[in-house]
C-alpha cells in the first residue's frame, strides 16, 4: 500500500518530467543558437581562423592586440556614448511622454497618441536609417528648415561633433514608444488612492511625482535602463547605414567592429575577441546597474 | 527456358549495376543543375537570362538558377559573402566579379585555373590582352574578363554652357578643374549651395584617379605593401579636401554615393565608370564623359568584371558551356547595347548602339592603354576598408592629411604582414 507520502513523491517526480519535456523544445534552441555559438566564440577568441588559409591557437594575442589598438579606445568611448545617450534619452522621454499621457482624455485620442509614438518601434531600424539618411543631408528637410531660419547648413552625419548626437536623435525618436507604454502600464499600477490622499493634503504635482510615482514605478524604471543600455551597446544596423562607423571611427561601435574584423577582414579569431571583450563590458555595466538598483528600486 | 540459378543470378545483378552506372553517369553529363552568382543591376541580370536561354537551347536538360548581389557596398562584402558560401560548402558553380576579388579569390583556392578553356576559345582573341594578363594569379588564369569600367569625369554640358566654360579637353589640368568646379558651384541667396561643382568621391574606386594622375597610389606597384607616406598622396588628399573646405565646391563626401543628385542636376562633375551611362541616357541628361585631369600623366583607373568557376563545380563540361555564353561575342553584344560597363570585346565596343551616347563614347575604349587596374591584393577588403576610413576622416577635416597618411600606413603594413603570414 502506498504512503501518502510515496504519491506525493510520484507526483512531483512526473510534474518534474512534464516541466522538463514543456522546457526541452526552448531549452533545445537555446543550446544550439545561444550557448554553443558563445562558446565557440570565446574557443575562437584565443585562436588564429581561417577556413581556407588554416587555423592555429594564438593564446591570448587577439586580446592583446585588442587592449594595445589604439583604435579600441576611440570605438570602446563611441559605444558607451552612444549607449549613455541614447539610454537617457529613450528612458526619459518616453517616462515623459508616458506622463503625458496618463491622464483623463478622449478615448480616441489617447488611442491616436499612442499608436502615433508607438509606430516607429514596429518599423525595422534599417528602414527607419535610410528615411532618416535622406532628412540629414546637406540639402535634407532639416537643413532646409535651418536655411529657411537664416542658419547655417549642418553636416550632420558628416562631422564627427554631430554624427553620434544625430544617430541617438533618431534611435530616440525610434525606440521611445516602447518605453512609453511599459512606463503606461507602470504609472497605471499607482495607487490611486495614495496619489487621492497626497493631493487632498496639497501636495504639489512635482512632489507627489517624486514621492510618489517615481518610487513606486521604480522596478520598471530600472528594468528599463537596463533594457535600453543592453541595447544601445550592441547597436549596429542604424549606425552602419547612417554613418558606416564614419567619418573616420568617429560613430563606429563595438559591434560593428566584431563584424568587421571578423567577416569584412576575415581575422574571425579576433573579431571573436572583441566579442568576449564586448559580453564581458555588458556583463560589468548591467552588474554595476544592479549593484545602484539596490540604493535606489524599491520593490 | 531461361533458369535462374545462383551464377546467372550474380552476373546478371552485375550487369545490371553495371549498366546502370553508365547511364547514370551518361545522365549526369546532359543534365544537372548550375546555380550562378552574378554582380550588378537589372542590365546585367538581362544579360545573363539572355546566356541562360542560348545556353540551354544547347543543354536543355540543365537547370540553370542566377542569384544577384547589387554590390551595394563594396567588393569586400562580396568577398566575404562567397568565402562564407565556401565556408558552409553551399557555393555558385560560377561567379561574376570583378578584379578586386581576384587575388583573394586565387590565393584561397576557391576558384579554378581555366588556362585550356581559356585557349580553346578563340572569341578571347578580340579581348584587350592587357584584360587577361590582370586575370592571372602566379601564372595561371582563373578568369573570363566580361567587360571593364575606366573612371571618367561625368559632366553637365548644361551647366557649363549656363556658366559661359568650354567643354573639357584632354590634357585638362587639376589646376583647371579645381577653378571650374569653383565657376560651377552656385549658392542661393541663404547662402545654401543649390548646384555643387563636383562631387568628391566617396568609394576607393573612384578616388583612384586622383592618386594615379599624380604618379601615385595607396599601394606599391606590386600590391604588395603601403605606399600611403609617399607625399604625392599627401598632396593629392589635401586637395580634395581644399575643394570641400577652402574652395566650397563639393560637400562632405557621405556614405552614400551622389549618382541621383548628379541625374537631378545638383551636381555638375562626377567621377564614374560606363555603368552609370544608361541611367544618365534615361534621365535625358545632356552629359558627356571627359579624361580626369592631369597632375603628372593622364591616367586613371579601370576596373573589370569577370567570370570565374567555383573550385570542385560540378558538370565541368556544362559549366565551361555556361561560361563560354556568359562571355561570348552575344553577351559582349548585350552589355554595349545596354551600356552597363565598357564591353571586354573591341567588336561590341564598336557597335553603333554603343557609341551612340555619351557624346565621347569612344574615349572609354580609347584610354585603356592609359589606365591602371585598381589595386586589388589578396587582402584588398581591409586594405580598401582601412583606406576609406582615413580618407573619409580627412575629407570629414576630422584629421590632418599628414596624421592620416602615417596612421593609414601603419595599419596597411600590419594588415600585408599578416597575409604574408597567413600566406606562407
Known amino acids: 500500500m502506498t504512503t501518502t507520502a510515496e504519491r506525493r513523491s510520484d507526483l512531483r517526480s512526473s510534474q518534474a518530467k512534464a516541466g522538463y519535456l514543456f522546457i526541452f523544445p526552448s531549452m533545445l534552441l537555446y543550446l544550439a543558437f545561444v550557448l554553443v555559438p558563445v562558446i565557440i566564440t570565446v574557443i575562437l577568441s584565443f585562436a588564429y581562423y581561417d577556413p581556407q588559409f588554416g587555423s592555429h591557437w594564438v593564446g591570448f594575442d587577439n586580446f592583446k592586440r585588442f587592449f594595445t589598438d589604439p583604435r579600441s579606445v576611440q570605438i570602446f568611448w563611441n559605444t558607451l556614448r552612444f549607449t549613455a545617450m541614447a539610454v537617457t534619452g529613450n528612458v526619459t522621454v518616453g517616462l515623459l511622454l508616458a506622463l503625458a499621457l496618463n491622464r483623463a482624455m478622449p478615448g480616441w485620442l489617447l488611442y491616436f497618441f499612442r499608436l502615433a509614438f508607438f509606430l516607429p518601434v514596429i518599423i525595422a531600424a534599417a528602414f527607419v536609417a535610410i528615411v532618416w539618411s535622406y532628412f540629414f543631408k546637406d540639402n535634407g528637410i532639416f537643413n532646409y528648415y535651418l536655411a529657411h531660419l537664416g542658419l547655417p547648413t549642418v553636416h ?15 534611435d530616440v525618436w525610434k525606440n521611445t514608444g516602447f518605453f512609453m507604454v511599459i512606463f503606461i502600464a507602470a504609472l497605471q499600477g499607482v495607487p490611486k488612492a495614495i496619489m487621492e490622499a497626497a493631493i487632498m493634503d496639497g501636495t504639489p504635482p512635482w512632489r507627489r511625482f517624486w514621492r510618489i510615482t517615481l518610487p513606486w514605478i521604480s522596478p520598471v524604471v530600472f528594468f528599463a535602463v537596463v533594457y535600453a543600455s543592453i541595447g544601445a551597446l550592441q547597436v549596429y544596423e542604424s549606425i552602419w547605414i547612417l554613418t558606416n562607423g564614419g567619418p573616420g571611427d568617429a560613430t563606429r561601435s563595438m559591434s560593428i567592429n566584431i563584424v568587421e574584423q571578423a567577416f569584412g577582414s576575415f581575422q574571425i579569431g579576433y573579431g571573436a575577441s572583441v566579442a568576449v571583450v564586448m559580453t564581458v563590458v555588458i556583463l560589468i555595466i548591467t552588474g554595476a546597474q544592479l549593484l545602484i538598483s539596490r540604493r535606489l528600486v524599491r520593490y | 527456358m531461361f533458369k535462374l540459378n545462383r551464377r546467372s543470378f550474380v552476373l546478371s545483378t552485375a550487369a545490371l549495376a553495371a549498366t546502370s552506372g553508365l547511364t547514370g553517369r551518361a545522365i549526369s553529363a546532359d543534365s544537372g543543375s548550375i546555380r550562378i552568382l552574378m554582380a550588378g543591376g537589372d542590365a546585367d541580370l538581362a544579360n545573363t537570362n539572355n546566356a541562360i536561354a542560348r545556353f540551354n537551347k544547347k543543354f536543355p536538360n540543365f537547370q540553370v ?14 568577398v566575404t559573402k562567397v568565402i562564407g558560401e565556401f565556408a558552409a560548402n553551399t557555393q555558385h558553380d560560377i561567379f561574376g566579379t570583378a578584379i578586386e576579388t581576384f587575388q583573394t579569390f586565387a590565393s584561397r583556392g576557391l576558384v579554378e585555373p581555366i588556362d585550356d578553356f581559356v585557349a580553346k576559345n578563340p572569341n578571347y582573341s578580340d579581348f584587350a590582352p592587357a584584360l587577361f594578363e590582370d586575370c592571372k594569379y602566379k601564372g595561371k588564369t582563373y578568369f573570363v574578363p566580361t567587360s571593364w569600367n575606366n573612371i571618367m569625369i561625368h559632366y553637365n554640358r548644361d551647366h557649363f554652357d549656363k556658366a559661359g566654360i568650354a567643354y573639357p579637353k584632354a590634357g585638362w589640368t587639376w589646376d583647371e578643374f579645381r577653378e571650374i568646379a569653383k565657376k560651377l558651384t552656385i549658392k542661393d541667396s541663404s547662402g545654401t549651395v543649390t548646384q555643387w561643382g563636383y562631387e568628391v568621391p566617396n568609394q576607393n574606386f573612384f578616388i583612384q584617379p586622383w592618386l594615379f594622375s599624380n604618379g601615385t597610389g595607396a599601394l606599391n606597384d606590386d600590391w604588395s605593401a603601403s605606399n600611403m607616406l609617399d607625399p604625392k598622396v599627401a598632396e593629392s588628399l589635401q586637395f580634395l579636401h581644399d575643394m570641400i573646405h577652402v574652395d566650397g565646391s563639393a560637400p562632405i563626401p557621405g556614405s552614400a554615393t551622389m549618382d541621383n543628385e548628379y541625374l537631378a542636376g545638383q ?5 564614374r565608370g560606363h555603368w552609370v551611362i544608361p541611367n544618365i ?7 558627356d564623359v571627359a579624361i580626369p585631369p592631369t597632375k603628372v600623366n593622364d591616367y586613371t583607373v ?6 570565374c568557376i567555383a573550385k570542385g563545380a560540378q558538370n565541368m563540361d556544362a559549366v565551361q558551356a555556361m561560361v563560354a555564353e556568359l562571355t561570348g561575342p552575344e553577351a559582349e553584344a548585350d552589355v554595349a547595347k545596354t551600356g552597363s560597363a565598357v564591353p571586354g570585346s573591341k567588336a561590341a565596343a564598336q557597335l553603333p548602339e554603343y ?5 565621347s563614347a569612344p574615349l572609354f575604349y580609347q584610354t585603356l592603354p592609359h589606365t591602371k587596374a585598381v589595386p586589388s591584393p589578396a587582402n584588398f577588403q581591409e586594405v580598401e576598408k582601412i583606406f576609406i576610413r582615413y580618407y573619409t576622416a580627412v575629407m570629414a577635416d576630422e584629421m590632418p592629411v599628414a596624421d592620416a597618411c602615417k596612421q593609414a600606413d601603419a595599419e596597411l603594413n600590419d594588415s600585408f604582414a599578416r597575409l604574408k603570414a597567413s600566406l606562407s
Open chain 2, 281 to 287: 541616357r534615361n534621365a535625358k541628361l545632356n552629359s
Open chain 1, 156 to 170: 550632420w552625419l558628416s562631422s564627427a561633433q554631430t554624427a553620434m548626437p544625430s544617430i541617438v536623435f533618431m
Open chain 2, 355 to 359: 557609341l551612340a551616347f555619351p557624346p
Open chain 2, 65 to 78: 538558377s542566377v542569384d544577384m548581389d547589387p554590390i551595394a557596398t563594396g567588393w569586400g562584402d562580396f
Open chain 2, 302 to 307: 579601370v576596373g573589370f568584371g569577370a567570370v
Open chain 2, 267 to 271: 551636381v555638375s562633375m562626377i567621377n
